[in-house]
């Protein structure tokens, strides 16, 4: 069954250094999104992306985070200054119609 | 963020009896709901979904009931298994673009 991959499982990295998440979405799907969970809250949407282009964000999503669909395959969130409140469980997720599918998370810790 | 609430925290069933797990949203404009089963160190696993069109969805053990007047959805497991133990979110959609979760409820089946 296809499936979200994400790499890595688990980013440690220093405050104010720039990481990228990467995620490979389901094949044919024409969606894609970023999400987060910050431990012991919600999962919550970052932003999502169709036909190249972000087609809506949170007011998490500024300017020091970036998404790109660089090939056919990839979908990445860049995250260009990382602050300590950055550090969550951030998921891919990818759908055709209605129904998200989630990748299974990069641990980003931010020290 | 409250548009979307699951006030249990947590549920604990005996094996082979049903699990009903409960939603209550308050934003009209959610026009589509999606139950996601989440085990530690994972992602968000898509179990079932419903369109506010609807007033109940069934496949196999899952059966998802929407009460629009209500606002409120549920979530009927029958019969539950010890593998159905994980965290349950509710998420909701409106015009098919950024899910808005649930805090989730820890479902534990005892055998």
């Known amino acids: 069954e296809p499936e979200v991959t994400q790499t890595p499982s688990h980013q440690v990295t220093q405050m104010g250094q720039e990481v990228i998440l990467r995620c490979v979405p389901i094949?044919?799907?024409?969606?894609f999104y970023w999400y987060r969970q910050i431990l012991g809250q919600k999962v919550e949407f970052l932003v999502s992306?169709?036909?190249?282009?972000?087609?809506?964000k949170s007011e998490i999503f500024d300017d020091q985070f970036s998404v790109e669909r660089p090939d056919g395959s990839n979908f990445t969130l860049k995250i260009r200054s990382t602050k300590l409140e950055d550090s969550a469980m951030y998921f891919c997720?990818?759908?055709?119609?209605?129904?998200?599918?989630f990748g299974p998370g990069t641990r980003l810790t931010v020290t | 963020d409250q548009q979307v609430k699951q006030n249990s925290p947590s549920l604990s069933v005996q094996e082979g009896r049903i699990s009903i797990l409960n939603c209550d949203y308050t934003?009209?404009?959610?026009?589509?709901f999606l139950w996601y089963k989440k085990y530690p160190a994972e992602g968000p696993t898509f179990l079932i979904s419903?369109?506010?069109?609807?007033d109940k969805n069934e496949d196999g053990r899952f059966t998802v009931f929407l009460n629009k007047s209500a606002k409120h959805l549920s979530l009927h497991i029958v019969p539950s298994q010890p593998g159905d133990s994980a965290v349950y979110f509710c998420?909701?959609?409106?015009?098919?673009?950024?899910?808005?979760f649930g805090a989730g409820t820890i479902l534990r089946v005892k055998s």
């Open positions: 997720a990818s759908s055709l119609t209605d129904e998200q599918y």
């Open positions: 094949s044919n799907h024409l969606y």
């Open positions: 992306f169709y036909n190249n282009e972000i087609s809506e």
């Open positions: 934003n009209s404009m959610f026009d589509y």
């Open positions: 419903i369109s506010s069109i609807k």
């Open positions: 998420a909701a959609s409106a015009g098919g673009n950024k899910l808005v």
